[in-house]
């Protein structure tokens, strides 16, 4: 039972432009979600985080979403870079240090 | 600060052998996860350990186990190697407070 799920695989964007990554969750007690960049031969690395009380977060080039009702999250990458160009995993949790994974979305940025 | 370190980064098992990753976490931090990634399968959470204590574990076979000492070091071990236990194994670390920090992986094939 896949309780995060990153649907799109992979995506393409050309440098400049906006890049959406989508996840979507199906435990409600989930209260934490976490983005993660993946590079080849490397561990993941922390790009942002939400909380549950709130609906967005931003840091610099990089905003978080989250729509509780809908338990749905996104990341949104403005404007995309071609360094940009890894796997993003979504995560979450509910209180407890069990981050629990999406599959993955391989972002490609086209110079 | 030195990030997480797990070692040793390449190893090749054959199959019905037993294997032992280590995984040094950042100073300070007591709580230690460990992830199993295979492609089309993102993350998969194994266990976590928080004071030498396992809090948390994911639905993984016996045959994976882990400790961790009074230092925050941690082991894991998977008796019995089949093949489909090829995989990228990553180690994490939390201080309780943010988000877990991964080290670079243990990369394990079963021939």
């Known amino acids: 039972d896949q309780q995060v799920k990153q649907n799109s695989p992979s995506l393409s964007v050309q440098e400049g432009r906006i890049s959406i990554l989508n996840c979507d969750y199906t435990?409600?007690?989930?209260?934490?979600f976490l983005w993660y960049k993946k590079y080849p031969a490397e561990g993941p690395t922390f790009l942002i985080s939400?909380?549950?009380?709130?609906d967005k977060n931003e840091d610099g080039r990089f905003t978080v979403f989250l729509n509780k009702s809908a338990k749905h999250l996104s990341l949104h990458i403005v404007p995309s870079q071609p360094g940009d160009s890894a796997v993003y995993f979504c995560?979450?949790?509910?209180?407890?240090?069990?981050?629990?994974f999406g599959t993955g979305t391989r972002l490609k940025v086209l110079a | 600060k030195a990030g997480v370190t797990q070692t040793p980064r390449y190893l090749i098992k054959t199959r019905g052998q037993q294997v032992t990753l280590s995984c040094s976490p950042i100073?300070?931090?007591?709580?230690v996860s460990w992830y199993q990634q295979t492609p089309g399968q993102g993350l998969q959470f194994l266990f976590e350990?928080?004071?030498?204590?396992?809090?948390n574990k994911g639905n993984f076979p016996g045959r994976f186990s882990g400790r961790q000492f009074s230092n925050s070091r941690s082991e894991m071990n998977v008796s019995t190697l089949e093949l489909g236990d090829s995989a990228l194994y990553l180690c994490?670390?939390?201080?309780?407070?943010?988000?877990?920090?991964f080290g670079q992986g243990t990369r394990l094939t079963v021939v």
């Open positions: 100073s300070g931090h007591r709580s």
């Open positions: 995560a979450a949790s509910s209180g407890t240090y069990k981050y629990i």
């Open positions: 435990n409600s007690m989930f209260d934490y």
């Open positions: 994490a670390s939390s201080d309780g407070r943010s988000e877990a920090f």
């Open positions: 939400i909380s549950s009380i709130k």
């Open positions: 350990y928080f004071s030498e204590t396992q809090r």
